[in-house]
């Protein structure tokens, strides 16, 4: 089997990146908090389905969706993703997919998969990942400033293009 692992990998997290912040203040609340129905029904975020399968191509498919979330949150997830037809959309593989239940441990999956580029809305989640994943984004508009080292700042999906590479 070829080794592939010196070839670029993207890891994206799921909530209020790929799948809009409903709530007020960007709270994803009707996605966590409401039934299945309320999760299905929230929308993509804007642009994602339109950046995501072009990165899936310029990353050869090397491409994993990594979330925090419980189990009831988990199975919204996969739920949302079967409704919206995302992996059919955009060319990820279904078994692309990885859920831990603390922030930190996204570390240990990015290190396993050798991921090379992240997206998160968090910066401290992008702050675990420091010194194991070399290209970190901080996606989404940002209500304070920035003062981690090392981010650079992808305000929309419409900016994917010519940031991530």
């Known amino acids: ?3 592939t692992s010196h070839l670029p990998r993207l890891g994206i997290d799921i909530g209020r990146v790929l799948i809009a912040a409903e709530g007020a203040n960007g709270a994803d609340t009707s996605f966590i908090g ?3 129905e309320d999760a299905l029904s929230t929308p993509p975020y804007e642009g994602m389905f339109n950046a995501v399968a072009p990165l899936v191509d310029k990353f050869g498919g090397r491409v994993w969706l990594v979330s925090k979330c419980g189990p009831s949150v988990q199975a919204k997830s996969r739920a949302w993703l079967r409704h919206h037809r995302f992996f059919e959309r955009t060319g990820i593989a279904p078994t ?3 859920f831990c239940l603390e922030r930190p441990q996204k570390a240990n999956h990015c290190r396993e998969l050798c991921i090379t580029h992240f997206i998160d809305d968090r910066t401290d989640v992008l702050r675990h990942l420091e010194g194991i994943v070399p290209n970190r984004y901080l996606f989404g508009p940002q ?6 080292a090392g981010l650079v700042l992808l305000p929309s999906w419409k900016d994917a293009a010519t940031l991530i590479n």
């Open 1 to 3: 089997m070829k080794n």
């Open 34 to 36: 409401g039934s299945l």
């Open 96 to 98: 692309n997919l990885r």
């Open 143 to 148: 209500r304070k400033p920035v003062t981690v």
